[in-house]
């Protein structure tokens, strides 16, 4: 303790607290300074990128984030430089470092690069109902790295940027009333004019369809078991597309039954054009009395 005390020199102590003091005190004011120009600055700048067309979400990102922590970086590193730091060796060892947590999260930077792109061209927006990913559901959140869709059976599902960007999207709801194609099946035999009248009046007073465009049917494909119509209403939001399409279904199938109209399964028909009389014999005593028949007849 005694030694500590002889080396203890108040003298140079107080030096050094006037030099740093001024430097600390400049240190903080840069700080501050940067603080105050962010929170004067950042209602302007979101509303001066409102006004290009940017979405809300993507001004929120950029001016919240991206613009307040760049601002704060430089206010930190303008202060070390006050306080005799040189930040020269740290600012090439950050870059070096960020070199490497870049090539670590390639699929980061990917999914929000992607994010970028959604909210710049806008495919779909919070609120839309869409399918992305094989997910049907209603966007509830846009991120920089992934979107968040919450589906009719209320699961919650996170889909990453860039699948989102690289697959088909298929969006219900970018342009108000879509248009829902139902397929559904009658026999060859059957009218198609009787079967029309019928699955018209049938999807007439179900919930959501539309008058106008008006409800029509028409025939998409002559299959294999059936004559393939399409049934094709008018809904005026993408919300009830699933619950509209289910509805035209059993309707359909209701109506049709009550008509006697059949709506026949998967078949396969097969027609003889030349068959040898003794084959059609053997295959006679096959049926009959299987092979101990067909041995005791020969």
Avoid: C
Avoid at 188 to 214: C, Q, T
């Amino acid at each position: 303790m005694t030694a500590m005390l002889e080396k203890f020199d108040p003298d140079g102590l107080l030096d050094w607290t006037l030099r740093a003091v001024p430097q600390v005190v400049a240190a903080l004011l840069i700080m501050f300074a940067f603080w105050l120009g962010y929170r004067l600055s950042r209602r302007p700048l979101a509303a001066a990128l409102q006004r290009t067309g940017l979405e809300a979400k993507l001004v929120e990102l950029l001016v919240g984030n991206i613009y307040r922590y760049a601002l704060m970086i430089f206010a930190l590193v303008m202060g070390l430089a006050q306080l005799g730091i040189n930040v020269g060796a740290a600012l090439a060892g950050i870059g070096v470092a960020g070199v490497a947590i870049g090539l670590a999260a390639q699929d980061s930077l990917a999914n929000s690069i992607a994010g970028f792109m959604i909210f710049w061209d806008k495919p779909f927006v919070v609120g839309d109902w869409i399918t992305a990913e094989g997910q049907y559901g209603r966007v509830v959140d846009i991120t920089l790295r992934t979107t968040r869709i919450r589906t009719p059976r209320n699961t919650y599902v996170i889909v990453p940027n860039k699948r989102i960007i690289d697959a088909v999207l298929e969006n219900y709801s970018k342009h108000g009333a879509m248009r829902v194609d139902v397929p559904i099946g009658i026999a060859y035999k059957e009218d198609v004019a009787a079967a029309r009248e019928i699955l018209l009046a049938a999807v007439a007073g179900i919930e959501h369809v539309n008058r106008e465009p008006a409800p029509d049917v028409v025939v998409e494909e002559l299959g294999g078991s059936s004559v393939d119509l399409l049934v094709r209403v008018w809904i005026d939001d993408g919300d009830a597309q699933q619950g509209t399409r289910f509805a035209v279904i059993e309707a359909g199938k209701v109506a049709l039954d009550a008509a006697g109209i059949q709506i026949p399964f998967p078949h396969l028909q097969l027609f003889w054009d030349d068959v040898q009389p003794r084959v059609v014999d053997r295959l006679r005593v096959l049926r009959e009395g299987g092979p101990d028949r067909e041995q005791a007849s020969s």
